[in-house]
């Protein structure tokens, strides 16, 4: 990598530390651009960068390969070295590697715990990419122009050199490890140790699966499948969810999906009142059914809202569906940002309340139900029921409550 580069540094609370890393790279790369993206730290980390001549991103709080993802955007086009803030070594031999990915491998390793998230991550990028890795953990690395292209927008936070590798290689890329003796800040086998490594263990494996982007464009984890699990009646609309979104196109809303032709959309137009009718014997049910799981899916266009009218509606309804365990298990990664229901999720949270309607509600309720839904799926189709959320004080206030502004 010989061409001029910029140095990204993600940070967070990290203030006795990030001023020496900064000093370190300047001396060691004077022509390249240091950049911190600063991760909503809540102490003087972007005041102590600055001091030491970083440029400074203040971003909110969301989590390592966010925090990069987000900086990535702001910064000149062509090579990129990531740094961890607290490493200590001299990385000049890392930009001298021809390949596209190049990930220092430390030469001698101290602190740390059993080495099962080491390995669990190993594994991972194996099984995904057949590339075999000492150390797919690590966050030094340089990126050429392509793989930044086949790499951003990174996985959530500890997962992204996970899912950097692996989308490096899938994409054709060559990928090469250099051993450098560096150091960094050990864990311990304390408590906090085997906090921060069972959450490095977490994120490796949710990166490892299907993501999407979400309303700010960042890469997220699709977890929405897990509601099936606790209630597999909804299984079937959670796949035809799933299936619109890996394989959706551009189409929004009932309209666009008629006009299209067959797509993804037009799968679950079709099978979600299909598949009810076949459970419920009735059409009115299966009508109830499909437009629920519509109310829920065009709600869920920021982290946290489908989630939040699902618990309202259950609350309203006086029902306590089993699913209600898996809302509460991904509300914190779903309004921080780590995960995203997409249209598995909240399809399969709009088919549960449906269903349970359908158990509670007589004839008379269920056409009512149905009438206000249609209601919604029409002003949904005029305007946007997000920004008219966002219009209305009481229901903006609810809406924001949890999130990361």
Known sequence: MTDPFTILVAARDEE?????????????FPAADIVVADDGSRDG????????????????????????????????????L????????????????????????????????????????RALVKARSGFEAREPLSGQRTLSPAARAACFPLAPGFGCEVRCTIDAVRAGLAVEEVTIPLTHRPTDRDLGGFVHRGRQLLHAALACGPLAPNHRGLRLPLVGSVISAFDPAVAPVA????????????????????????????????????????????????ALVALAANALNQ?????????????????????????????????????????MLGDAGANALGAVLGFSSVANF????????????????????????????????ILRELDAM???Q
């Open 16 to 28: 006795a530390r990030i001023g020496a890393t900064v000093t370190a790279l300047r001396a060691q």
């Open 45 to 80: 980390t972007a005041a102590a960068a600055r001091a030491a001549g970083a440029r400074v991103l203040t971003l909110p709080r969301l989590g390592k390969g966010q925090a990069l993802s987000l900086a990535e955007r702001e910064i000149a086009a062509g090579p990129l």
């Open 82 to 121: 990531l740094s961890d803030a607290d490493v200590a070594g001299d990385l000049r031999t890392l930009p001298e590697s021809t390949a596209d990915v190049a990930v220092a491998a430390f030469a001698e390793r101290r602190g740390g715990g059993f080495g099962i998230a080491k390995r669990a991550a």
């Open 239 to 286: 796949a035809l969810g799933l299936a619109d979104d890996l394989w959706s196109g551009p189409e929004r809303g009932f309209r666009a999906h008629v006009r299209s032709g067959p797509t993804t959309g037009t799968l679950k137009l079709v099978g979600i009142p299909a598949y009810a009718l076949l459970r419920t014997r009735s059409l009115s049910a299966a």
């Open 299 to 339: 709600l869920d266009t920021r982290p946290g809202r489908a989630l939040k009218a699902f618990l309202l509606a259950a609350a309203a309804l006086r029902i306590r569906p089993r699913a209600i365990w898996g809302g509460v298990l991904l509300a914190p990664y779903d309004l921080r940002e780590m995960t």
């Open 362 to 393: 007589g004839v008379r309720g269920r056409w009512l139900a149905i009438g206000a839904l249609a209601g919604l799926t029409v002003l949904g189709e005029r305007r946007s029921l997000g920004r008219l959320i966002e219009q209305t004080p």
């Open 402 to 404: 949890g999130r990361v």
